[in-house]
Nanobody, 125 residues
């Protein structure tokens, strides 16, 4: 079973940057596709980015494309989300997720088996 722990959230101003990290406990982390999702108050969990086992194929939600960059370091069992030019609408709890059932991952939350506890990102205008 994979345990995921996010960190790096905080309160920033619009236009600032943040880097989220997700530490995974599983030694076979390289065999898991990963995803980043976010959930704002009163809204459903929303896809942000997903990547395959090796981190070679990455896709993003249109709302973050060109501003966010996801990466996966299998040697360190770490997942990252670099967020630039943040906007108030990026305010949410951000979650990392893992699945061993798919090589490429998915934009659907129900495709993932393991989730972190989330980290709050708040962007003020």
């Amino acid at each position: 079973q994979v345990q995921l722990v996010e960190s790096g959230g905080g309160l920033v101003q619009a236009g600032d940057s943040l880097r989220l990290s997700c530490a995974a406990s599983e030694r076979t982390f390289s065999r898991y596709a990963m995803g980043w999702f976010r959930q704002a108050p009163g809204k459903e969990r929303e896809f942000v980015a997903r990547m395959d086992w090796i981190g070679g194929s990455i896709s993003y939600a249109d709302s973050v494309k060109g501003r966010f960059t996801a990466s996966k370091d299998n040697a360190k069992n770490m997942l990252y989300l670099q967020m630039n030019r943040l906007k108030p609408e990026d305010t949410a709890v951000y979650y990392c997720a893992a699945t061993g059932k798919s090589f490429s991952g998915s934009s659907r939350p129900d495709s993932y088996d393991y989730w972190g506890q989330g980290t709050q990102v708040t962007v003020s205008s």
